[in-house]
């Protein structure tokens, strides 16, 4: 895990704020995420948001929340355009710490292998899914020349 150095600590207590409040909003409402992919991407964000804050639990959540992504389209129980997404979205939360890289590249696979065996998304939701595909690349690649 990198080591994070905080520039601003009033932006700290803000992040810090609206991540408690989510992770209780999560705890205290357990319907209110009762879509699998949608609970693994909340629970993906604040893991990597906690690594960014340098919270050494927020890379076990990361990964807790990539295996039930993995879990629940391996058992066929999340969509196949919104898990490509959601391994769109946790390969750019990877990609946000350089030690992550090959789980970042992982999820890029996994989002691919999925889109390749469902050829129906089209239109706004393949420009979406391209667009963070693009950037998710772009995070990595300024990883790699650095």
Known sequence: MTTTTIQHPGVLHEARRFLAATAERVR?????????????????????????????????R??????????????????????????????????LDHETDSQAHRHLQDANDLIEADDTLTGGDALVLCALTGLAYALLATRDSQ
């Open 28 to 60: 205290q409402e357990d319907d209110l995420l009762s879509y699998p992919v949608d609970r693994a991407v909340v629970n993906a964000v604040l893991g990597a948001s906690g690594v960014l804050l340098g919270d050494r639990r927020g890379g076990e």
């Open 62 to 95: 990361l990964a807790v929340a990539s295996d039930q992504l993995r879990h629940h389209v391996q058992h066929g129980q999340a969509d196949r355009q919104d898990a490509a997404v959601a391994h769109t979205l946790l390969a750019i939360l990877y990609a």
